[in-house]
């Protein structure tokens, strides 16, 4: 039987070696679907002046001191079999910027380990070119990704990515 404390030393280590829980210990996610990703912890890429770092959002935002992370309002977690794996992954628009400044987006591709119980970051599908370009529309079909990009001008460009399983990477496939 496991008792709290249990838990929490598995929790621990778990932790230590660098695996973050996302929810209870038991019974654990059964498919990212399931994740609260406005209230979990994971490795976000660099977006725009932010750097890399392992981020804890809670209700939806983080304030790592380098830069304040946020996930997109009015953009839901879309969800998809964007690795061709067979499971489903979680595709995420997220903000970033210096305290005080403007935000930059990038459209975040996540998963979780077969456990169930911790993320993996896939890695940027796009990050915008600069503050003023949004991400609209995340359009997803037999693993490829349609994103739409609309510039401060109003020019709207369509991008198209796939996920290449060799780079561990998503890539640009529309030239």
Request: net charge negative.
């Amino acid at each position: 039987m496991r008792t709290a404390r249990s838990i929490g030393v598995a929790a621990t280590a778990l932790a230590t070696l660098g695996f973050v829980a996302v929810g209870p210990a038991t019974p654990a996610a059964a498919s990212v679907t399931e994740v609260d990703w406005r209230n979990a912890t994971f490795d976000v890429p660099a977006i725009g002046a932010c750097p890399a770092d392992r981020v804890h959002f809670t209700d939806g935002s983080a304030d790592t001191g380098a830069g304040v992370y946020r996930f997109t309002p009015g953009q839901p977690v879309r969800y998809a079999d964007v690795t061709g794996e067979g499971v489903t992954d979680a595709l995420a628009v997220l903000d970033c910027g210096p305290p005080g400044s403007e935000y930059t987006s990038a459209l975040v591709g996540l998963t979780t380990r077969a456990d169930g119980t911790t993320i993996r970051t896939l890695g940027p599908v796009v990050v915008a070119p600069d503050w003023t370009t949004t991400i609209g529309d995340v359009t997803t079909w037999y693993g490829d990704v349609a994103v739409l990009l609309t510039g401060s001008d109003g020019d709207r460009q369509t991008r198209y990515y796939r996920w290449a399983s060799s780079a561990q990477a998503f890539v640009r496939i529309d030239g």
